[in-house]
């Protein structure tokens, strides 16, 4: 059956469209159906007459030359249909570009008309058919002086390949352009080199990541066509002939036969991920999109019954691909540079050759990599090879090339082998929408941290953000009073072995003790790395959801940690952990409550809780303060009717120098609202009148201090007005004067305008007066931009919960809420709390990827502590407004059994 233009271009469409499978290539289906397109065009606009030969019967043409373009029988010499780019490779995707060059002699080229007609005979239902394709009319010198002067056209001509037409013009283009960039491959080579090493900064590494960008990322596809171009440079400089480059049968290559079957495979793997997420998403998407990994890996043919695993399992196709693609890559330079991989050492021991990887900081390339598999898959699973490296091993992390021999034992399975309880979780992947790689990877992340900050001297520039070398200095050499560097590394490398149990910290503390048992190490090491295992979420879960002024939490962690060596060592665990989580899991906010907590457990740990004074000798020292800052600035009985109205709580958690600050707004308030009354005497003066006061605590963070008169639903009003700004909330305090005055003081960050902070302030003030007053919905504000199409898109795979902890304040009821980090919530949680007749007395506000969780200290309007029916009511209402209204299973029998 004969196939005709339009049947063929159905036939790029379904080919491309078509599930990948475990072994598919539907690129190289789409990319025949689209050759034989081209070729049928080709042939049908060369079988009508040319606008010249018409000219010429008709008389109209008084030219004598003859029409011998395109009116001769056989393929047309003076014009050639070639593909470029990703097509010229066979590497149709379901939204790749379609590149085209008619490539024409300078005589058809003369003849714009004839050109015209032939290119829009093939190009036109190309466009119609909604296509995205990339064309050219050329002749082979344009070709060649284009390629010199732009980098990617050149790339995409060295993947020129014929389709129809004129040969012999094809093949002149490759000689005269590869042997024009043969001679320059030297710029060509540092050109490309460069724009990888940007491409890497930008998009990540490809074998890392768990959303990875699979053209542009470092050991993706684009790095593969890169060694793949320059090895045909190479080529044609050291003698290859034309013919054979144009075939694809290079000779003269820098990879061995056994390295290109490797990098081939790798080329197909990235490509069918590539086309599987194309197809699911239609869009030229390049980047992994972890929430729909499971609907790619059924496209690939991974089948399972969960479909989480699936998701696994195609990221893991991803990476294994990504692992032969970076190897290769470092193989490759060091090759084109002159400088080759070392010859493997003559044993078949895995160990001596990684432990070269130490020695030499020369990575072990595709043939070694090879040869520790196979060592690998010869060995027993109790060689002794196997146990002396397990006790090796981090004593090898922590050498100048540690981090390299790490790499190359994760990706070679070495680690798989000597710590088997690593491999059940090295593959696992999170979809928290906070981990950015999986849990092997992470666990290398958080040596690379921990080996940093055991370096870090006091004047040092910090190796993460928020935390000053000095500190970090100071935490290292305590830590290392009680721990060896050696056993920070382990607690680092085994943190998270526990995962995926539920409780993953105690897990996990049973699994390292039993990994370092086998391997004989003593019991005090044992000891001390299960300790850091077992509590390595402690400090920043304690920083992040309780009440850091209450020193009952101060004294549950001081309990727990024991000692002020242990203290550092776990801190520097902690930070290590959340840094190598990524970047929403490590920020300033949480580096400063880090810090707060740490140094309030070691003042504790060094001269214990009876150093400090009894409440009320405390209240009257804070008292004291106040009366001293206000010398000067307000007269003493003024100062004593001031501390009157101050709660005590506002005495003793705020500094004296700010107090008196508040004083001296709240004065200012009181005046403005005064004024608004005395202008208008209607009964609504003074409604909503307000006063902002802020201060920079770097890194983006804000302290923003609201002065208003105090009514219900105060606190939803704040929030809803900072939702309208786009302020992220990060802690709120809040404050009731005994005058009626409330002061709350937030602590915010994300300004949509860093530059300008006094405008967005300003508007912030403006919305609280006019949603007080009644002029300004918020609830209908919020809601429209939530219905805009500029949204971000909500977080769907968050469950809602909310529950009452009655073991953190003896003070306040406490709601701890988890819910999707979307537009507003924090919003949607305050109007239920006030819809309920509650009083918000603080928040606490924690961002964990697309997770928020939130913990309200809250009370009754006229004071004291909710009942329990009461309480659990408050958090149902709390889940209920934060999502869909329906607490989960564990949420519920938490809440019911909490004492």
Same mark, same amino acid.
């Not at 590497?91 to 015209?116: F, G, M, N």
């Given at each position: 059956?004969?196939?005709?233009?339009?049947?063929?271009?159905?036939?790029?469409?379904?080919?491309?469209?078509?599930?990948?499978?475990?072994?598919?290539?539907?690129?190289?289906?789409?990319?025949?159906?689209?050759?034989?397109?081209?070729?049928?065009?080709?042939?049908?606009?060369?079988?009508?007459?040319?606008?010249?030969?018409?000219?010429?019967?008709?008389?109209?043409?008084?030219?004598?030359?003859?029409?011998?373009?395109?009116?001769?029988?056989?393929?047309?010499?003076?014009?050639?249909?070639?593909?470029?780019?990703?097509?010229?490779?066979?590497?149709?995707?379901?939204?790749?570009?379609?590149?085209?060059?008619?490539?024409?002699?300078?005589?058809?080229?003369?003849?714009?008309?004839?050109?015209?007609?032939?290119?829009?005979?093939?190009?036109?239902?190309?466009?119609?058919?909604?296509?995205?394709?990339?064309?050219?009319?050329?002749?082979?010198?344009?070709?060649?002086?284009?390629?010199?002067?732009?980098?990617?056209?050149?790339?995409?001509?060295?993947?020129?390949?014929?389709?129809?037409?004129?040969?012999?013009?094809?093949?002149?283009?490759?000689?005269?352009?590869?042997?024009?960039?043969?001679?320059?491959?030297?710029?060509?080579?540092?050109?490309?080199?460069?724009?990888?090493?940007?491409?890497?900064?930008?998009?990540?590494?490809?074998?890392?990541?768990?959303?990875?960008?699979?053209?542009?990322?470092?050991?993706?596809?684009?790095?593969?066509?890169?060694?793949?171009?320059?090895?045909?440079?190479?080529?044609?400089?050291?003698?290859?002939?034309?013919?054979?480059?144009?075939?694809?049968?290079?000779?003269?290559?820098?990879?061995?036969?056994?390295?290109?079957?490797?990098?081939?495979?790798?080329?197909?793997?990235?490509?069918?991920?590539?086309?599987?997420?194309?197809?699911?998403?239609?869009?030229?998407?390049?980047?992994?999109?972890?929430?729909?990994?499971?609907?790619?890996?059924?496209?690939?043919?991974?089948?399972?019954?969960?479909?989480?695993?699936?998701?696994?399992?195609?990221?893991?196709?991803?990476?294994?691909?990504?692992?032969?693609?970076?190897?290769?890559?470092?193989?490759?330079?060091?090759?084109?540079?002159?400088?080759?991989?070392?010859?493997?050492?003559?044993?078949?021991?895995?160990?001596?050759?990684?432990?070269?990887?130490?020695?030499?900081?020369?990575?072990?390339?595709?043939?070694?990599?090879?040869?520790?598999?196979?060592?690998?898959?010869?060995?027993?699973?109790?060689?002794?090879?196997?146990?002396?490296?397990?006790?090796?091993?981090?004593?090898?992390?922590?050498?100048?090339?540690?981090?390299?021999?790490?790499?190359?034992?994760?990706?070679?399975?070495?680690?798989?082998?000597?710590?088997?309880?690593?491999?059940?979780?090295?593959?696992?992947?999170?979809?928290?929408?906070?981990?950015?790689?999986?849990?092997?990877?992470?666990?290398?992340?958080?040596?690379?941290?921990?080996?940093?900050?055991?370096?870090?001297?006091?004047?040092?520039?910090?190796?993460?953000?928020?935390?000053?070398?000095?500190?970090?200095?100071? $935490? @290292?050499?305590? &830590? #290392?009073?009680?721990?060896?560097? /050696? %056993?920070? +590394?382990? *607690?680092?490398?085994?943190?998270? !072995?526990?995962?995926?149990?539920?409780?993953?910290?105690?897990?996990?503390?049973?699994?390292?003790?039993?990994?370092?048992?086998?391997?004989?190490?003593?019991?005090?090491?044992?000891?001390?790395?299960?300790?850091?295992?077992?509590?390595?979420?402690? $400090? @920043?879960?304690? &920083? #992040?959801?309780?009440?850091?002024? /209450? %020193?009952? +939490?101060? *004294?549950?962690?001081?309990?727990? !940690?024991?000692?002020?060596?242990?203290?550092?060592?776990?801190?520097?665990?902690?930070?290590?952990?959340?840094?190598?989580?990524?970047?929403?899991?490590?920020?300033?906010?949480?580096?400063?409550?880090?810090?707060?907590?740490?140094?309030?457990?070691?003042?504790?740990?060094?001269?214990?809780?009876?150093?400090?004074?009894?409440?009320?000798?405390?209240?009257?020292?804070?008292?004291?303060?106040?009366?001293?800052?206000?010398?000067?600035?307000?007269?003493?009985?003024?100062?004593?009717?001031?501390?009157?109205?101050?709660?005590?709580?506002?005495?003793?958690?705020?500094?004296?120098?700010?107090?008196?600050?508040?004083?001296?707004?709240?004065?200012?308030?009181?005046?403005?609202?005064?004024?608004?009354?005395?202008?208008?005497?209607?009964?609504?003066?003074?409604?909503?009148?307000?006063?902002?006061?802020?201060?920079?605590?770097?890194?983006?963070?804000?302290?923003?201090?609201?002065?208003?008169?105090?009514?219900?639903?105060?606190?939803?009003?704040?929030?809803?007005?900072?939702?309208?700004?786009?302020?992220?909330?990060?802690?709120?305090?809040?404050?009731?004067?005994?005058?009626?005055?409330?002061?709350?003081?937030?602590?915010?960050?994300?300004?949509?305008?860093?530059?300008?902070?006094?405008?967005?302030?300003?508007?912030?003030?403006?919305?609280?007066?006019?949603?007080?007053?009644?002029?300004?919905?918020?609830?209908?504000?919020?809601?429209?931009?939530?219905?805009?199409?500029?949204?971000?898109?909500?977080?769907?795979?968050?469950?809602?919960?909310?529950?009452?902890?009655?073991?953190?304040?003896?003070?306040?009821?406490?709601?701890?809420?988890?819910?999707?980090?979307?537009?507003?919530?924090?919003?949607?949680?305050?109007?239920?709390?006030?819809?309920?007749?509650?009083?918000?007395?603080?928040?606490?506000?924690?961002?964990?990827?697309?997770?928020?969780?939130?913990?309200?200290?809250?009370?009754?309007?006229?004071?004291?502590?909710?009942?329990?029916?009461?309480?659990?009511?408050?958090?149902?209402?709390?889940?209920?407004?934060?999502?869909?209204?329906?607490?989960?299973?564990?949420?519920?029998?938490?809440?019911?059994?909490?004492?």
């Amino acid at each position: 059956m004969t196939m005709d233009a339009s049947h063929a271009l159905e036939a790029v469409r379904r080919e491309a469209a078509g599930e990948p499978g475990q072994a598919g290539t539907p690129w190289l289906a789409a990319a025949r159906a689209m050759d034989l397109y081209l070729a049928l065009r080709l042939g049908e606009a060369v079988s009508e007459p040319s606008a010249k030969a018409q000219r010429s019967v008709s008389g109209k043409d008084d030219s004598t030359e003859e029409s011998n373009f395109l009116d001769a029988e056989g393929p047309p010499a003076h014009v050639a249909v070639i593909a470029l780019g990703g097509y010229g490779r066979k590497e149709l995707c379901p939204h790749s570009d379609v590149d085209i060059l008619l490539l024409v002699d300078d005589e058809l080229y003369r003849e714009a008309e004839e050109v015209e007609r032939i290119a829009g005979h093939i190009l036109l239902p190309l466009w119609d058919a909604g296509f995205d394709v990339g064309h050219g009319v050329r002749t082979v010198r344009q070709c060649v002086d284009l390629a010199q002067e732009d980098l990617p056209a050149a790339m995409a001509h060295m993947d020129a390949r014929f389709i129809a037409g004129g040969r012999a013009l094809f093949d002149r283009l490759k000689k005269e352009l590869g042997a024009d960039m043969a001679r320059r491959r030297g710029g060509l080579a540092a050109a490309l080199r460069e724009a990888a090493a940007i491409r890497a900064d930008e998009y990540g590494d490809v074998a890392a990541l768990l959303e990875p960008e699979l053209k542009h990322g470092r050991g993706g596809l684009r790095d593969l066509q890169t060694m793949v171009w320059l090895d045909s440079l190479h080529a044609w400089a050291n003698g290859d002939s034309v013919g054979a480059a144009v075939a694809g049968t290079v000779a003269v290559s820098l990879f061995s036969d056994a390295d290109l079957a490797e990098l081939d495979e790798a080329r197909k793997a990235l490509l069918r991920a590539r086309c599987a997420m194309q197809r699911r998403t239609r869009g030229k998407r390049n980047r992994i999109i972890l929430e729909e990994a499971p609907d790619y890996a059924r496209s690939c043919g991974i089948e399972t019954e969960d479909p989480a695993v699936a998701g696994e399992e195609f990221i893991h196709m991803i990476h294994a691909a990504a692992y032969v693609v970076r190897a290769g890559w470092a193989q490759f330079w060091r090759a084109w540079d002159g400088d080759p991989l070392p010859a493997l050492p003559s044993c078949d021991s895995a160990w001596d050759m990684l432990s070269e990887v130490v020695r030499s900081g020369v990575p072990l390339g595709l043939a070694g990599r090879r040869a520790v598999r196979r060592a690998l898959a010869a060995m027993q699973p109790k060689n002794a090879q196997l146990w002396d490296a397990a006790e090796r091993i981090p004593r090898m992390l922590l050498e100048k090339h540690g981090l390299l021999f790490a790499q190359e034992c994760l990706e070679t399975g070495f680690l798989t082998a000597v710590y088997p309880e690593f491999g059940c979780m090295q593959n696992l992947v999170q979809y928290d929408g906070f981990h950015v790689h999986t849990q092997g990877r992470h666990a290398l992340e958080t040596v690379r941290t921990m080996r940093d900050l055991l370096r870090v001297e006091a004047d040092d520039e910090p190796p993460v953000e928020g935390a000053s070398g000095r500190w970090l200095a100071e $935490l @290292s050499a305590r &830590a #290392l009073e009680m721990c060896s560097a /050696e %056993e920070l +590394v382990s *607690a680092s490398l085994f943190h998270d !072995v526990g995962k995926p149990q539920a409780d993953h910290e105690a897990a996990g503390e049973h699994i390292v003790a039993r990994v370092l048992t086998r391997q004989g190490a003593p019991y005090g090491e044992i000891e001390r790395v299960g300790f850091l295992v077992a509590n390595h979420l402690l $400090l @920043s879960l304690t &920083a #992040l959801k309780e009440d850091l002024s /209450e %020193e009952s +939490v101060i *004294a549950k962690v001081a309990g727990i !940690v024991e000692s002020r060596e242990r203290l550092a060592a776990l801190t520097l665990l902690t930070i290590a952990d959340a840094r190598a989580t990524g970047p929403t899991a490590w920020n300033a906010w949480l580096a400063r409550l880090l810090c707060e907590l740490v140094e309030k457990v070691d003042h504790m740990l060094a001269v214990g809780p009876l150093a400090a004074p009894h409440a009320a000798q405390a209240l009257m020292n804070a008292r004291d303060r106040v009366r001293r800052q206000a010398r000067g600035r307000f007269e003493a009985a003024e100062v004593e009717r001031w501390l009157d109205k101050l709660p005590p709580r506002y005495l003793l958690t705020r500094d004296a120098s700010e107090i008196v600050t508040h004083m001296e707004e709240i004065g200012q308030l009181i005046a403005d609202q005064e004024e608004d009354i005395r202008r208008k005497p209607s009964g609504r003066g003074g409604l909503g009148v307000n006063r902002i006061l802020t201060r920079s605590m770097g890194a983006g963070l804000y302290e923003v201090t609201l002065f208003a008169r105090d009514a219900p639903g105060l606190f939803a009003t704040f929030t809803g007005a900072m939702a309208l700004q786009q302020l992220s909330l990060h802690a709120a305090d809040v404050f009731t004067l005994g005058d009626g005055t409330a002061v709350d003081i937030f602590t915010v960050g994300g300004l949509p305008d860093a530059l300008y902070p006094e405008e967005v302030f300003k508007r912030l003030s403006m919305h609280i007066r006019e949603a007080s007053a009644g002029r300004l919905d918020l609830a209908y504000r919020i809601a429209e931009r939530r219905a805009s199409p500029l949204a971000p898109a909500e977080p769907s795979h968050i469950a809602c919960s909310a529950r009452p902890r009655r073991d953190l304040s003896a003070v306040y009821t406490v709601i701890e809420a988890t819910a999707p980090a979307r537009y507003g919530v924090v919003y949607d949680m305050a109007c239920a709390l006030r819809d309920a007749g509650l009083d918000v007395c603080q928040a606490k506000i924690a961002l964990r990827g697309p997770e928020l969780t939130v913990t309200f200290q809250v009370r009754e309007q006229a004071g004291g502590l909710l009942g329990e029916d009461r309480a659990e009511a408050a958090a149902a209402a709390v889940c209920e407004a934060s999502g869909d209204g329906e607490q989960d299973e564990e949420s519920a029998a938490k809440s019911g059994g909490t004492s």
